[in-house]
């Protein structure tokens, strides 16, 4: 079979036969859920010498990412991001994706450090530590102390790591096109929009200096709450491929056994951790987006210390205040606003059933959200909410979907740390404000002034757009389409029968009229446009009844 998307990658030939032939081990190509390899299937083995015959789509997904190297290593880590294309089963088995990855040898960090901060490590750092504290996919960290006497960490980015991820893109983006194209089964998964998504946002994080200014505004955002903390970026240390930051002395989240040694009120800091979350996310409409305990660390005095910010949100005015609406047509448990809410966010499959989307919801709503504040698991809830959008098949800005999933893992953060924690309670005060702001004059004109904009925009354009179409139906130019879905089998079953019945008529005429050659008082040409008749009538019924067409009109 012949890729044209591929043909432009020529030169990465051997990489785009090596992902498609990890893909095919895994069963995670069409030609391998063919019955003809299931044999094979069963002697196939992952990078580890796992066998691959029983494992479910989850775990093979996650394998085969693993397998792949970097870039699909991130990808699935994005798509554990997206429940609502992928599901939460298979979300929560790429979340388990690590990356950790081997420690570059001293003088390649040494190297980068030099080519970056413009003069050897002996002359930028007083000391600096070769041996690294920990290395993942896209860098390692490294502890130092500058000249001016601060402790630091040092995050390096591995060497050549871009002329590895960049043709992996480019042969990522020609699969999710041929996906796209080629098979209805991941159409609706938006493969094209994925990748587009996946590239910013990987090529993003390979520039440190976007999470060098992530720091410097939570860092100012936060400057009068002494329970949160962020690390200082030093700039003149710092660079595209180099992260120097202040060095944080705490106990981090993954660390259970000192957090429960340490005498801290966990429930505590765990409330001044979802405080401040709620804060980024109604407060300020921009957040830290990975906040599972490895990124938390517990400072001297319960404060919250906070780690890599490269992953983060931001909520545009009109996409907040959707959300805004969504949270409160949750709260006030009203299914029908919750519907109409979540349409307005998205967008709906043709022909979707919103009487029983708001039916399901409505369900829904009475599950989760008739309970006390103390009772009610956010996290079990968005995260059946999202099996609904899945199910309906909405599609949900990626803005909104992160937003959840970081709702979601925050709930499952705070819990490790204090199992009675409730992230419901929490939410308490700042439903009242939300409400305030939903409810205020200020919004309400806002609201009008778009609309008038809107109203104006269409009043400046609608006399432009009506005289060009004036103009050409004058011209004699003007054309209308009209799409016509699933009429061709209709029209072509029509025209059969209509050649079927032909042929029957003219071949009985023949047949009666002992049309020559005639043999034993038979015409041979009227009895074969009968027998061509019978063969086409039996074609014809088989389509029918093969398509549900007579049995489905009867019920």
Partial sequence: MKFPALARLESNVHR?????????????????????????????????????????????????????????????????????????????????????????????????????????????????????????????????????????????????????????????????????????????????????????????????????????????????????????????????????????????????????????????????????????????????????????????????????????????PELASAIDDLLVALVTQDATDLGDTLLRLGSAPPGVSRDQLRADLAEFVADHVGRSLRELDIGAAFGNLLEIVRRYQLTLPPACILLLRTLVELEGTARRLSPEFSLAEVFGPFYTTLLRRRLSPRRAVVRLRRAGRDWERLAGSLPRDLGDVLRRVREGSFHVHLDHHHLDPVVNRLVLGLVTAALLVASALLWCLAAPPVWHGVSLVGAAGLAAAIYLTARLLWAIRKSGGPSRSDE
């Fill in 16 to 316: 785009v036969a090596e992902i498609l032939g990890v893909l095919a081990k895994y069963g995670l190509a069409d030609w391998v859920k063919a019955p003809h390899y299931g044999w094979l299937r069963k002697h196939l083995r992952s990078g580890d010498g796992q066998a691959l015959s029983g494992l479910g789509l989850p775990q093979r997904a996650r394998m085969a990412c693993a397998e792949l190297g970097v870039t699909f290593i991130k990808l699935g880590q994005v798509l554990a991001t997206r429940p609502d294309l992928v599901g939460l089963e298979v979300a929560a088995e790429l979340a388990q994706l690590q990356t950790a990855a081997p420690a570059e040898p001293a003088a390649t960090v040494r190297a980068t450090l030099a080519a970056e901060l413009g003069a050897p490590v002996e002359e930028r750092f007083a000391a600096f530590a070769d041996t690294p504290l920990a290395s993942a996919s896209i860098a390692q960290v490294h502890c130092a102390r500058l000249p001016t006497g601060e402790e630091v960490v040092v995050k390096i980015q591995h060497s050549g790591l871009e002329r590895q991820i960049l043709p992996d893109l480019d042969i990522l983006a020609a699969l999710a096109a041929l996906a796209e194209r080629y098979s209805p089964e991941l159409r609706r998964y938006q493969p094209v929009t994925v990748v587009r998504q996946f590239r910013r946002t990987l090529l993003r994080e390979l520039d440190f200096t976007i999470e060098r200014r992530h720091l410097m505004e939570f860092a100012g955002r936060f400057a009068g709450d002494p329970n949160v903390h962020f690390p200082v970026p030093y700039a003149e240390w710092s660079s595209r491929r180099v992260l120097t930051m202040e060095r944080l002395d705490g106990i981090l989240g993954t660390n259970t056994a000192a957090l429960a040694a340490s005498g801290v009120d966990l429930d505590e800091f765990a409330r001044r951790g979802a405080t401040m979350y709620l804060q980024m996310v109604f407060r300020d409409a921009f957040y830290h987006a990975d906040p599972h305990p490895g990124n938390l660390m517990l400072l001297p005095g319960g404060v919250v210390g906070v780690l890599d910010c490269g992953m983060v949100g931001r909520l545009d």
